[in-house]
């Protein structure tokens, strides 16, 4: 399998320098803030969406959704065929304000050559592959497009326009649409080859390939959107993929702009499986430790070799890890109706495989039913699972850890390091702590307005774990070439964390930590802003959506379910609004 081999993506070197507050003022020991509500002004425009493009997922699910359409009987072995081209697509880059921490693949929008070319690959092999055969294409179009009749040859191209059409464009096809489509087929009679002309032409629209909004005709800066529209947004927010056939149903008839109708197809729509895969990624990707190493990297020196103590690492331990925390979100909101803080705090094992499992000391979890209770007291909440604590060496890492925590989890800001900064990680020590070295690498000069109050205390609470996320008491010190421990030094876990801005409340461990996070309204707040991002594919404007972010914090204070949490952005007015003004 191919792994990622990451550096120390960030360092030590990345996080020194002056650190500034939100306004870029020196912070002189203050924590900068974050907004942790918002004030909806409904007569504030939100800025205008530009034209988006499917992402790359989106893409390959909405081509593999018509195909299953079109030719139901061979869709798995017209879809195999077309894996290859679906390949070689460009995948989506994570794009956020922080190019290693909490971004989101939809946010992707660049367009590249490759995006082009592929997609027009994909369209001319699945129209080939749709009608090559007589049977195949009698699926497609009907009988009427195998029969030796040409009299009817233009009314079954058109009927196969337009019930094909209006999946692919998502819209009613018009008359006008008809005419552009048919073009290369040229005059009857027609044959396969005709048919896969007109198939390839209606997959490169622009059409499927971006999300085209006009809204309701009639209105002017802001327009709600027309019911086929909102169908889209509603299904590619939830499903990755174009709507079914009872959304589609819905916004032919009207019913979808009723709400009436709308909350039926919101509450249908959240209950089917997969919203499940589509929000997984949602927290898959601001949860993601993209600083965590594959963690059998170093396996078979002996540093590392006698830090692990007979435990060995396998190749997929680090997505083990990864996935775990993934589980735990959708487990909180699928299964165990739970709400944002039970995610924080939560004390329950989601390990499914036996090499994650016995880090943990717990039975592997089967993915469903109830999960195990972590039996180590110091295991508390989010902040303590192995994915957060885990660094693929022999030494912790509390910069990267105090980093997530304040960028991920809380949305502040730490602004670049200097030109000059060394990107040097602290080294394992054979006399002192890993805090110990930390602090005085960063304790003076220009460093020390950064680490001393936004980012070591918040490291520095979960050194009680090593760099495998196992429970110590003390840790071990290593000769670097034999392995041989020389030392042990105390671990040191009492911090000032200052999650609010000149908090000095004392947190003596990863459980008080977690505490002051839950109770702090910064993690619902920053949430709101993530999912913000998530949904609309875009940074939010902290002013201009204030409302779509209010609806969704207001469920978080609220301690709704997470479930109704994320139904919340469905029924926001922004979600089924087009904005034209820039």
Same mark, same amino acid.
């Given at each position: 399998m191919m792994r990622r081999r990451w550096p120390w993506l960030l360092g030590l070197g990345a996080l020194t320098g002056a650190c500034t507050g939100l306004i870029g003022e020196p912070l002189d020991g203050e924590v900068g803030s974050t907004p942790t509500s918002f004030v909806c002004d409904p007569d504030v425009v939100p800025e205008a969406l530009p034209l988006r493009r499917l992402s790359h997922l989106q893409y390959r699910n909405t081509v593999s959704d018509l195909v299953r359409f079109a030719v139901p009987s061979a869709a798995g072995e017209i879809l195999g065929g077309a894996e290859p081209l679906f390949a070689q697509l460009p995948n989506d880059q994570r794009v956020g304000p922080d190019k290693h921490y909490a971004g989101f693949t939809r946010l992707d929008q660049a367009l590249q050559q490759q995006h082009v070319d592929g997609a027009y690959r994909v369209a001319g092999e699945v129209g080939k592959a749709l009608t090559a055969s007589p049977s195949r294409l009698a699926e497609l179009a009907g009988a009427c497009a195998t029969d030796a009749d040409a009299a009817n040859d233009d009314a079954c191209l058109d009927d196969m326009i337009r019930r094909l059409g209006e999946r692919a464009l998502r819209r009613p096809v018009t008359d006008e649409d008809v005419a552009f489509y048919r073009g290369p087929a040229g005059a009857a009679p027609f044959d396969g080859a005709d048919y896969a002309d007109v198939v390839a032409l209606l997959l490169n629209a622009p059409h499927l390939m971006y999300f085209v909004e006009h809204g309701q005709e009639g209105s002017d800066s802001t327009a709600p959107l027309d019911a086929y529209e909102l169908a889209s947004r509603l299904s590619y927010h939830f499903w990755q993929t174009l709507p079914d056939e009872p959304l589609f149903e819905a916004a032919r008839t009207g019913a979808l702009l009723t709400e009436a109708g709308y909350e039926a197809e919101v509450e249908r729509i959240f209950k089917d499986p997969r919203t499940q895969a589509a929000m997984g990624e949602l927290f898959g990707q601001w949860l993601d430790n993209t600083t965590l190493e594959e963690l059998d990297a170093r396996v078979g020196t002996p540093l590392f070799d006698a830090f692990t103590a007979g435990y060995t690492p396998g190749p997929d331990l680090r997505e083990h890890m990864l996935a775990e925390v993934t589980d735990a979100a959708l487990h909180y909101t699928f299964e165990e109706p739970g709400t944002f803080r039970d995610l924080l705090t939560s004390r329950k094992s989601f390990a499914r495989t036996e090499d994650l499992a016995s880090l943990y000391h717990t039975p592997v979890w089967s993915g469903s039913g109830e999960p195990p209770e972590f039996t180590e007291p110091e295991r508390a909440? /989010?902040? =303590? &699972? +192995? +994915?957060? /604590? +885990? =660094?693929?060496?022999?030494? =912790? &890492? %509390?910069?990267? $850890?105090?980093?997530?925590? &304040? $960028?991920?989890? /809380?949305?502040?800001?730490?602004? #670049? #390091? %200097? %030109?000059?900064a060394a990107a040097n990680p602290p080294q394992l020590s054979e006399s002192l702590s890993t805090r110990e070295v930390v602090e005085e690498l960063t304790g003076q000069g220009a460093c020390a307005g950064c680490h001393k109050v936004a980012i070591n205390p918040l490291g520095f609470a979960t050194e009680n774990f090593d760099s495998l996320g196992r429970v110590r008491t003390e840790q071990a010190l290593f000769d670097p070439d034999t392995g041989a421990v020389v030392a042990t030094a105390g671990v040191d876990t009492e911090v000032v964390p200052r999650v609010e801005s000149g908090d000095e409340t004392v947190a003596q461990n990863a459980q008080e930590l977690t505490n002051l996070i839950a109770a702090s309204p910064k993690p619902y707040a920053c949430f709101a802003r993530q999912y913000f991002r998530f949904t609309f594919g875009r940074l939010e404007d902290l002013n201009r959506d204030a409302c779509a972010l209010e609806e969704v914090k207001l469920a978080l204070d609220e301690g709704k379910p997470m479930a109704d949490v994320l139904r919340s952005i469905a029924r926001s007015q922004a979600f089924r609004m087009r904005s034209f003004v820039d």
């Open positions: 909440g /989010l902040l =303590t &699972r +192995a +994915a957060f /604590l +885990a =660094t693929g060496s022999a030494n =912790t &890492r %509390p910069i990267m $850890k105090g980093v997530f925590i &304040r $960028k991920a989890l /809380l949305c502040d800001e730490i602004p #670049p #390091p %200097p %030109p000059n």
